[in-house]
């Protein structure tokens, strides 16, 4: 089931809970609407294939200066360096890391800035930057997955809210969450590193 599918057929169970009188069940289902809105927007711009493909780069990087005989201190440190490098449009370094031949672009709507300004407060925080890194890194590469299960929950909440008076539709919320979860776990899977 597409993204665009499963929006759509939450608005209509939303319209249709809160003319019935479930307001509190529909706005909870306006909010995953809005979300998951926001997820297919990230997608067409690039923000979920940037993350992919700039936490494959970081594995890269990392297993690549680990082979060299760097210790992982050093070896995040140095990918660091490239990654801000490449953040500031010296590409040429960072796109070795990748696994395929597409060239890496700036991330739309401030999401380089974003986990350059994460991996700051975590290093300001007290984190070392050996734990700082790769952690801001995973965050932001799961961010995606991560919205896509909340919704999916937050969809089978209300399915058991409604499955007594409405099993039918109930049992369309559950299909769709279902099918967010599979999506997330696809989404999650690709940005796993390669088993070399």
């Known amino acids: 089931m597409e993204l ?18 479930n ?3 529909a706005v ?6 809005s979300d998951l809105s926001m997820v297919k927007t990230a997608q067409y711009m690039g923000i979920q294939g940037v993350a992919v493909r700039n936490s494959r780069c970081w594995q890269g990087c990392f297993r690549h200066k680990r082979a ?4 992982p ?3 995040w440190s140095e990918c ?25 672009e700036r991330e739309p709507m401030g999401g380089d800035f974003n986990l350059q300004t994460i991996i700051e407060a975590k290093v300001s925080s007290g984190t070392p930057s050996g734990i700082a890194i790769p952690e801001a890194v995973a965050e932001h590469a799961m961010a995606i997955p991560d919205r896509m299960v909340r919704c999916s929950n937050e969809m089978g ?14 049992g369309r919320l559950r299909v769709a969450a279902s099918c967010l979860r599979d999506e ?3 989404i999650t899977k690709a940005s796993l590193p390669d088993e070399a």
């Open 68 to 71: 060299q005989g760097m210790r």
């Open 23 to 25: 307001q509190p069940q």
């Open 73 to 75: 201190q050093e070896a």
């Open 4 to 21: 665009s599918d499963i929006i759509k057929d939450i608005v209509l169970i939303a319209n249709g809970l809160d003319a019935r009188g």
């Open 80 to 104: 660091h360096s490239e990654y801000v490098s490449a953040v500031s449009g010296n590409v040429k370094t960072w796109n070795k890391y990748a696994s395929s031949g597409a060239s890496w």
């Open 28 to 33: 909870a289902l306006d909010k995953v609407a």
């Open 184 to 186: 997330a776990w696809e």
């Open 157 to 170: 909440k209300v399915a058991s809210f409604i499955q007594s008076k409405d099993p039918a539709t109930s």
